[in-house]
């Protein structure tokens, strides 16, 4: 079993900047790709970005192209999203996922595995 656990969610002004945590345990496999989604109440989940986790090859969404950036550290089982210039748009849950094989996918039934989500408030 792969366990995600998320932090670093929470109140900021516009133009802020805040850094995004997800830490694994359990069974990692050295294929998994790590993305990070978000999710408004009442609107479709979405895909924010995401990086393979060996050869930490990354894609993004249009919408956060040059303000968030996706990282790893695989000696502590972690990925972050570091996100800068933020907008009330940006606000949401965000979740991390993981899936085995491939490559990264933007839809969110192909991650087998899934953290709790942390909110993201973005006031103007």
């Known amino acids: 079993q792969v366990q995600l656990v998320e932090s670093g969610g929470g109140l900021v002004q516009a133009g802020d900047s805040l850094r995004l945590s997800c830490a694994t345990s359990?069974?990692?496999?050295?294929?998994?790709?790590m993305g990070w989604f978000r999710q408004d109440p009442g609107k479709e989940r979405e895909f924010v970005g995401g990086i393979s986790w060996l050869g930490g090859r990354t894609y993004y969404a249009d919408s956060v192209k040059g303000r968030f950036t996706i990282s790893r550290d695989n000696a502590k089982s972690t990925v972050y999203l570091q996100m800068n210039s933020l907008s009330p748009e940006d606000t949401a849950i965000y979740y991390c996922?993981?899936?085995?094989?491939?490559?990264?996918?933007?839809?969110?039934?192909?991650?087998?595995?899934w953290g709790q989500g942390t909110q993201v408030t973005v006031s103007s």
């Open positions: 996922a993981a899936r085995s094989g491939g490559d990264i996918n933007i839809l969110p039934r192909s991650y087998a595995y």
């Open positions: 359990g069974r990692t496999f050295s294929s998994y790709t």
